[in-house]
């Protein structure tokens, strides 16, 4: 035994004390800067206190200071970047290595321990080496890579200093070295069974943290994949359920099994917490609190109805991150005859729950059902605007405060980006004819996505609020917008959202609006516009607003013939 624990390698460093290293350089650096400037400021007042002819000359020299300071401080910056990384790859590699010594010594104890199962321990141990040597060959490649910063004699000339060289980031690293680093440990504990593999998890959160960090390329976890046996597939997915389901690179259908198992191991803490506030209900209490229980009950109803669809299969779910309101359904099977992709965001207020009832996803279930040819995605994988907000009318106001706030799209759109990367990992999805839909705020997030590189070949807004402000339309894209006169194209028309890039206001999109009965135009310009400037300028209004922009996407008889213009508009798309 003392003998099989001496083959697993020793790595060269411990993590922790790298991570805390690397923090104290980068909080170092960051000061750097501001004390250089600081010192610089002072000597600003040299003149008025030293009157001598090499005043001036030494004031100019000092002024370097802060070129230097900052030069340095980006150095520093980017060393301790390195390190950080470094610390995180020793991480993970020191949870393998105890997963190595403890199979390794359970090999070597047992009796009837066969000759694969040492093969495998010493496969292990032969990988782990490797991909030491690698992450230390890599940190030191990166560290390498670094100029020293220019001397203060070169930085106070105005010369051109050196190139300190690009910032290095996980993804820029061998895509191999990563999928080892991060991924092998999953193969390594899916040979002791599922039972094993989530035990193992469950005790190590922080390993399951670091490669939600820092997921490898989904091209590079798609290979991985595909290269596993189907039995270890299959351990993955029972037993890493969580990681696999919201893991980019693993095929959508997989992603689905997943979740299927989360959803089945939820329901018994939802039971559980049903069983709770059935309990608390029985007390007596205040009106107010009883309200509040019974709200939450009715909660985890719902999400226990939804949990039974998703363990039917009536639901397919990609993503379930219930306890950070992230969620997104699959409609529909990726198939040979996948001609059409719908990748639909809701609006504003939504939130996990509003897929419960199937209200965020009754749009894309409609238009899947009247095509047996189109998948679709209903996704809400980042903070919405008012997904966190009650009822109650302020806090309903301050959801539509939120969903004109601009600093939203970025984020929105790099999150939706890689959703979309990830789904068209699977060939029929990235073959098919991709088309985009946001209803609301939704289409926020899908026109910054192609800011952050995504393509569509058909977006479509349906009552859409407004586009980024750096936002061009893809000549090889075609924007339709679809809605009624409501709350929302009211604010829009008073310049109240949006700031004037909505989509009825951007000729790219081709404009469809819907009237209804008990809507007018309202002339601006005071009681006297319409008798002294008839043809002046007006606002169309509804009596309905909130209603109207609610319709849209609904299933109301009234929105029959716009549903049925959307969909033809979707069908003569072919890939």
Partial sequence: MNQQRSDVPSLPARSDELEHAAIRLRDRASAVTPTADEVVVEWRDLGALYDAPEAAELTERMNSLSTGGRQTSEAFARVGAVLGELADALAILEWRRSLLVDDAAATALATKSTASGHADVESAIARLRSDVAAVIDDACRDLAGIAEPPPLPLAATGAEPPPIGPRITWQMRTEAVAAETMLAPLVEIARGG????????????????????????????????????????????????????????????????????????????????????????????????????????????????????????????????????????????????????LTYVPGTFTSVESFYGGEAQAMSAWLVDQDTEMVAFVWKGTAFPGDDEGPALAEQVSGIREANEQDRAVPAGEALARFVGEMRIDSHTAEAHQIAGGYSWGLVPVTSSELAGAHYDAVHSFAGAWVPRDWAADPSTKYFHWSYTDFLSMAQDVGLVGEGRNPDATPDFSTHIYDRPGDYDVPLGGDLAPFLDPGGPSIRVSSDPIGSHLLIVSDQQENTRPREDIRNSIREARR
């Fill in 194 to 341: 599922a039972g094993r593999m989530k035990q193992i998890l469950a005790d190590h959160p922080d390993w399951v943290e670091r490669l939600r960090r820092r997921p490898p390329a989904p091209q590079t976890v798609k290979a991985w994949w595909d290269a596993l046996p189907p039995g270890r597939q299959t351990a993955l997915i029972n037993g890493a359920p969580e990681v696999v389901g919201a893991l980019g690179g693993v095929p959508p259908l997989a992603r689905v099994a997943a979740n299927r198992v989360v959803a089945r191991d939820r329901i018994a803490l939802v039971d559980r917490d049903i069983a709770h506030y059935e309990s608390l209900l029985k007390e007596g209490a205040m009106a107010t609190l009883r309200a509040e229980r019974q709200s939450a009950l009715d909660r985890l109803t719902a999400e226990r109805g939804y949990l039974d669809r998703v363990v039917a299969g009536d639901v397919q779910l990609v993503l379930y991150r219930p306890e950070e309101n992230r969620i997104a359904e699959m409609i529909g099977t990726p198939g040979p005859g996948t001609q059409r992709v």
